[in-house]
């Protein structure tokens, strides 16, 4: 046992994040589960939310009919990966290499 918890430190590098790990996976695997009968992950992962802002989410999910067995699993799972505090996300284009319309109010067919 000592010795697997040695492994587990050294594969992990020793750091804080190491322990948090399983909880992760737990929290997205709640994610996929709970959260993909409606819609996909994208709507989800592209939000930047504060905890607060991501329980209210997921209360508004359940009043939906979302089925969430652990509500603080996914809770810390969606904080932490998509909490405030990380970048926005670039826009995912459905068509990524369409060059977009530019924005100039020209008429729609030339006289
Ligand atoms: C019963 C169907 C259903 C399930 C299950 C569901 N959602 Fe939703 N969700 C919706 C609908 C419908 C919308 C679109 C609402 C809108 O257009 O405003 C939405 C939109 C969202 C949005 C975009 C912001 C918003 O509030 O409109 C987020 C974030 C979100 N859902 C998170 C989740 C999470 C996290 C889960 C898993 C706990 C989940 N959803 C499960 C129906 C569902």
């Given at each position: 046992m000592r010795r697997a918890r040695f492994l587990l430190a050294l594969i992990c590098g020793g750091s804080a994040v190491a322990a948090d790990i399983p909880a992760m996976d737990a929290g997205k695997k709640a994610e996929q589960r709970s959260c993909t009968p409606c819609h996909s992950l994208r709507l989800i992962d592209s939000q930047r939310l504060s905890p607060a802002a991501w329980k209210k989410e997921i209360n508004k999910m359940v009043g939906w009919g979302a089925v969430v067995p652990d509500q603080q699993v996914l809770l810390d799972y969606l904080s932490q990966?998509?909490?405030?505090?990380k970048p926005v996300p670039e826009p995912q284009r459905s068509v990524p290499d369409v060059k977009q319309p530019d924005r100039v109010d020209k008429p729609a067919v030339s006289k």
């Open positions: 990966e998509y909490g405030d505090t």
